[in-house]
């Protein structure tokens, strides 16, 4: 077996960015990129699918699985020394395994196993530790940081609740079940990866990037949305809450803004880098459907798609709001190129008369008519009304009776049945919810379900994590320890030897025939003068 650093040192790779590959839905693009471009390193069953440079496994089961994959499809496997078993810290080390498993001893055999320290498991030796808390993408950030990588790709590190069809076999074996509720939560540990070590990553499929206006009273259903989309979606998801952004105020009052995130939107152009495109939602939705369909939709000749609906929907008809047949800007998809958009010259336009409040937010003025195009099917924006198989968004627009507020409204469980999964997926944290209780801003019955909150499930288990993370770090500090007392012996060890070597020499045994008899002298005056 090789250790990390030794393996690092000994083979040269080809000078090219990594390219880390998971499972994720965003795999089943790799057709589309030029791979050959890219050091390959495979996360777990990947390796089963494609040829790679690197393919890394924490658990052992993944090794038995793709057994004869490992021997055909990689150049090297990296593994911790201390493995995984059945998705939790093992008691074996590899080379126990290595005896036990033809495949690890061929590998072996070949000089083609590398090994680690894991944080979950024993540190053996000098080799550095590397941290991992929730998924083996930060495992391989981590390493290939270790080694003096820099830039890095991924393609299926997706994050929510999905395989690529690729690995739907799997869905029911390995998919979340270490026991997270989604693959999101690696996201925190591996922007803390890149940052520390100056990485430049990026996913290699660009994400669908949804924008959504929101405030505090909008937070909670803002995370039921979140996860709303993230449930469904097919590809890589970049979801934006957009609140307290700088925005300039109209300073007459009938073109001020009608909520807090109303003129939000005009923001996102900027925000993108005025490049690709953007999906913009309000916060009081509920998607049921891949928004990958939506994201695709092609703008053809327009810059700005969105929705038609000149039917009053029957929520409204009692006088509880007020419908603008039309076209409706709440769900809008942006081409980011071709909207050179300032809100400050937007909201000075207000400010001078050019249009009104309702020219720009029904009409959206700023645009000439044949560059909006009403090509998004009005299911995915719609009103007060799911119908089970065909209803792709619901769009909750009667503010007083919003099914967060108020049980009356007729899809109140609907709705509840999101937040309730929400909640049990980790999206929606219990402070906000109790926060927003505080604030009136949601009905009380909202916190009868917090108690299913991973947070309030799995304090012994974060607990235990943080146990975890400790100990890492202590074994870090020993290995150092280690390193500098195995040092300091080093030198204590030569001094013995030139002391022995220097008693044995004559001009050793001239000097104490000399020193001798004056000892003797002084301990007998010193007798004497007692």
Known sequence: MIELMDWAHRHGLPDKPWLVLGKGPSFARHREFDLSAYNLFALNHVVRELPVEVAHAIDIDVVAACAERLL??????????????GFRPGAQGLEDFVRTMPVLRE????GRLVWYNLSTGDAVGDSPVIRVKFFSAEAALALLARVGVRTVRSLGIDGGRG???????????TMLANGHTSFDVQFREMQRIIQENGMDYAPLAEPMRVFVGSDASQAVATHVLEHSIRKHATGPVEFCPMRDLPVPTPRDKKNQARTGFSFYRFLIPRLCGYRGRALYLDADMQVFADIAELWRIPFGPHKVLCTVQNDVPAAWKDGKAHFTPGRQMSVMLLDCAQLPWDVDAIVRGLDEGRYDYKQLMTELCILPPHEIGDTIPPDWNSLETYRPGRTKLVHYTVVPTQPWK????????????GYREAVQAGTVPP????????AGYV????????????????????ALEALRQQLAA????AAQSKKQLRIALDHAHQLESHIARLQCSWTWKLGRVVTKPIGLVRKAVRGAGN
């Open 163 to 173: 395989y690529s069809v690729a690995f739907s076999d799997l869905e029911q074996v």
């Open 406 to 417: 108020n049980d009356e409204n007729p899809l109140a469980e609907t709705w509840m049945a």
């Open 443 to 462: 009905k009380r019955s909202l916190a009868d379900c917090l108690s299913r909150a991973p947070s309030q499930r799995t304090r012994p288990a974060a």
């Open 72 to 85: 055909t499809h990689c150049r090297w496997l990296i593994m911790p020394r201390r493995p995984h078993v």
């Open 431 to 438: 402070e906000r919810v109790e926060e927003a209780i505080a």
């Open 107 to 110: 590998l072996d055999a070949q």
């Open 474 to 477: 202590a074994q870090d500090q």
